[in-house]
């Protein structure tokens, strides 16, 4: 639920930055991109052309813009991978992480 009561749609990358250890192990941001790369391919590959359309939306289109937006030239599990390593500990990169998955999908609403 939002702050004023109201129902939330969250993105599964948002789900998983929120309460990591609840989809992997130990929680740890190289083990939640490892699983939202896993769960995102699977999905892709073989879910239905709407699975796939997700999958191209919420990972692999938000890797792309993530790369740019970091300077990078990786892949999502790349540019994740950079992202973490710009920041000091795992919980500031899920923290950056979910803001930049805010700002990438913001930007999507305005193309």
Known sequence: MGSDGECQIL????VVCRRPAMYTLTGTFGEAVSFLEGWYGATARYGSHAGAEL???EW???????????GSTE????????LRLMCPNDDA???RAQ???????KSLERD
């Open 99 to 105: 803001s930049l998955y805010e700002e990438y999908f």
């Open 55 to 57: 999958a191209d939306r």
């Open 60 to 70: 692999t289109g938000f890797g792309c813009w993530l790369s740019g937006k970091i």
């Open 75 to 82: 892949d999502t599990r790349g540019a994740m991978q950079a």
């Open 11 to 14: 993105a599964f990358v948002e």
């Open 93 to 95: 990169a899920f923290s």
